[in-house]
């Protein structure tokens, strides 16, 4: 009898941003790698993320072994509470990722039943055929790890997310050792993030952005306010960092910058000095020139707390002119335009804001390796075949040119998309006929508050029904020009439907009324605005959840 062949199955991030998912099969057993999720682009209004289909892994639930967690991204963690259910399976990880994923699943009120197993770098686990050791990278967030999976065909190494940090903040190092070793012994096949595939020479280390906000601190005449992701724990840990040596107290604003930071002071993975922390109520008061706030909401996300700053629409924080302002974080394409919008808003009352770009020293540096990093992995391991996971398709088809560069791939550089798999035989590699992948559009409720979340998949649309307030507002008064309209489809079958629109109209007329000035001339912001009010009353009403597709008319 011949042995069995080992496949590997993208479900998602191949060939688009976000939602990184992989499965892994050696006869009847399967491991997962990641569950992550995408943001949704504005076209998909209504709905708050998207996650991979997991039809191939629902098909063979008996033989799943585990999920494997690579970091605490949303790309990577994200899906975890949405699949989970359906995978009802292990979940491997570090300490700080495990313990995001907690939070997500208490949420959700999944930690009961959950099955979380703590991993450690440098150590390996056996599951089924399978051996798998976690190896150290570095990476925007901390607790990072790739995975070198041992199997009877040879051995498989997926990168997570990756950079090389020669110089990391918390000085716990890139295990380039490992990989090296790993590419001694003989690996089959190598699985590696391709995010900045199209940048040219080394990413500069984490540390590279110390220069340019000490300066800015230093300089900044009033408060500063720095927005970046939550979980940039060691960007957190320089702006604590550079705050305390300017002088400057810490204030923490928005919910996931609040969580995110004890989760990991919490784990000791940051340094807060004693007695620098301003409590949330004295924020507001306190001495402008001796504060420094983090606040999340570096995408504009509508109601995030940079959002609501920027119209100075936020209950814990005013803005004024000469304040500062820096956005240390990437633009997520997609994003562009709200992020922008946002920027105007602060302009318009003379804060100073600072955002990527120009020519002065970095305010944000990239979590991902750029080509000069993905050759010195690619020499290190030395794979007989090489696959680019983690992009868009041009940098896929970027990362697998540089591997042809570096000429060291022995076997095949293989370019797929999400849902091809690839079957490895003792005979070779060989692309195999795609499986069903796709995109689930989940509405969990505004980000604000947490309420049950629903999978709206195509049955639940047909029973819950589309509504559709529609509002003309004057583009530069922010009047309501005529009483909102309000269209539904397959929602309302009772008589009593006309008093509940007629109250659903006094729902979005009081949202629009009780906007300030700029939010309402902000299409992005009063339509989310008006979509969580909206949802509430329907909801609470009805006890249905239908989609709501606010649209606003120009007058
Ligand atoms: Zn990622
Ligand atoms: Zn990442």
Redesign the pocket.
Known sequence: MSKPSLWAVPLGGLGEFGMNMMALRYGEDFLAIDAGLMFPESELLGVDVVIPDITYLKQNRAGLRALLL????E??IGAVPYLLPDLNCPVYGTKFTLALVRKKLEEHGLLQTADLREIEPGKTISLGPFQVEFVYVT???ID?VALAIRTALGIIIHT??FKIDPTPVDGIPFDLHRFARYGQEGVLALFA?S?NAERPGFTPSERAVWVRLEELFRAAPQRVIVSCFS?SVHRIQQVIDIATAAGRKIGLVGRSMVDNTEIAHSLGKLRIPDGSVVRPQDIKSFDPRKLVVLASGSQAEPMSALSRIAVDNHRLLGIEENDTVILSARIIPGNEKAISRMIDHLFRRRVLVYYEGGRSAPIHVS??GSQEEMKLLLNLVRPKYFIPIHGEYRQLFRHAALAHQVGCVSGEIMLIESGHPIEFTAAGAFRRDPVTVGRVCVDSGSLEELEEFVIRDRRHLAEDGVVVPIIAIDKHSGRIETSPEIVTRGFLPSEDGQELLALARDVVLKTVEQSNPEEKTDWSVIKEKIRTDLKRFLNKKTAKRPLILPVILEV
């Open positions: 690579t970091h605490a991204h790309d990577h990476h925007s967030t990072c997570g997310d993030d995010t979980s979590g991902h």
